[in-house]
């Protein structure tokens, strides 16, 4: 079964066409990877499916539903969430308290609600705490609850970052570049963790430079250059073809 389908998608900057016509789909429960040089339009596409950028022709299909167009907030309530090239942690708060954050994308309570201190709004609160506590246990860095973002390895942030994406109760999870950054060690942590997620029945979608995380992990991967498709399909058939080969090793002189 599908979960996300994305149609015949263009965006241009300017005299630059960052994506050109790329078509792809995703299935659910499944870990698809999106690679290709820096320039290929990974970032963009990205930024397209969640929201943050407007298309400039084609379509996304979230669960047979139109999705381009809608707000980033819009998108993640309807559960897709994602998380960032570079880190998006609030410093000055604890890892539990940016965990909570993406809690708060489904909660019932608003901002006069709040203000008024309502008993129920406690109730809500407790729930939340509890509720990012364990995704912070899930990701093996609930010692790390109380502790300050700002004080924390960038491997660590990385972790929080996703456990709050977690938080946010989504179906889809689009993560761009998780193992930026990361040393052998905390890659791999990183890749295991990725795993579990799939394992817990989200369909995980990630753009990564790191082809040996990507191999090892990836149901499917498509591959971008200069903004258009050339490959999609399961590692080996990608591995193993001609034009990704040549994107990424250049053309053989002999």
Same mark, same amino acid.
């Given at each position: 079964?599908?979960?996300?389908?994305?149609?015949?998608?263009?965006?241009?900057?300017?005299?630059?066409?960052?994506?050109?016509?790329?078509?792809?789909?995703?299935?659910?429960?499944?870990?698809?990877?999106?690679?290709?040089?820096?320039?290929?339009?990974?970032?963009?596409?990205?930024?397209?499916?969640?929201?943050?950028?407007?298309?400039?022709?084609?379509?996304?299909?979230?669960?047979?539903?139109?999705?381009?167009?809608?707000?980033?907030?819009?998108?993640?309530?309807?559960?897709?969430?994602?998380?960032?090239?570079?880190?998006?942690?609030?410093?000055?708060?604890?890892?539990?308290?940016?965990?909570?954050?993406?809690?708060?994308?489904?909660?019932?309570?608003?901002?006069?609600?709040?203000?008024?201190?309502?008993?129920?709004?406690?109730?809500?609160?407790?729930?939340?705490?509890?509720?990012?506590?364990?995704?912070?246990?899930?990701?093996?860095?609930?010692?790390?609850?109380?502790?300050?973002?700002?004080? +924390? *390895? #960038? =491997?660590?942030?990385? $972790?929080?970052?996703?456990?709050? %994406?977690?938080? !946010?109760? &989504?179906?889809?999870?689009?993560?761009?570049?998780?193992?930026?950054?990361?040393?052998?060690?905390?890659?791999?942590?990183?890749?295991?963790?990725?795993?579990?997620?799939?394992?817990?029945?989200?369909?995980?979608?990630?753009?990564?430079?790191?082809?040996?995380?990507?191999?090892?992990?990836?149901?499917?991967?498509?591959? +971008? *250059? #200069? =903004?258009?498709?050339? $490959?999609?399909?399961?590692?080996? %058939?990608?591995? !193993?073809? &001609?034009?990704?080969?040549?994107?990424?090793?250049?053309?053989?002189?002999?």
């Amino acid at each position: 079964m599908t979960i996300l389908e994305v149609k015949n998608i263009s965006k241009r900057f300017g005299g630059l066409q960052a994506v050109k016509e790329v078509s792809f789909a995703v299935k659910q429960g499944c870990i698809k990877a999106v690679i290709g040089p820096n320039g290929a339009g990974k970032t963009t596409l990205f930024n397209l499916v969640t929201g943050f950028l407007a298309p400039d022709s084609g379509e996304i299909l979230y669960r047979d539903l139109p999705i381009h167009g809608k707000s980033p907030h819009e998108i993640a309530k309807r559960g897709l969430s994602r998380t960032f090239q570079h880190i998006r942690l609030f410093a000055h708060m604890t890892a539990l308290e940016n965990v909570m954050v993406g809690c708060h994308v489904r909660s019932r309570a608003g901002f006069l609600a709040g203000m008024l201190n309502l008993p129920w709004t406690w109730r809500e609160e407790r729930e939340i705490r509890e509720k990012s506590l364990g995704f912070l246990s899930f990701l093996g860095i609930a010692d790390l609850a109380e502790a300050n973002a700002a004080s +924390l *390895s #960038y =491997g660590q942030q990385r $972790a929080v970052e996703m456990a709050r %994406a977690l938080a !946010s109760g &989504p179906a889809m999870l689009l993560l761009d570049e998780p193992a930026a950054g990361l040393n052998m060690r905390e890659t791999a942590d990183a890749a295991k963790l990725i795993q579990r997620i799939r394992d817990l029945g989200i369909t995980v979608l990630i753009v990564e430079h790191d082809m040996s995380l990507v191999m090892n992990i990836s149901d499917e991967i498509v591959v +971008l *250059s #200069y =903004g258009e498709k050339i $490959a999609d399909g399961g590692p080996h %058939a990608v591995q !193993s073809n &001609p034009e990704v080969v040549t994107v990424y090793l250049g053309e053989d002189d002999a």
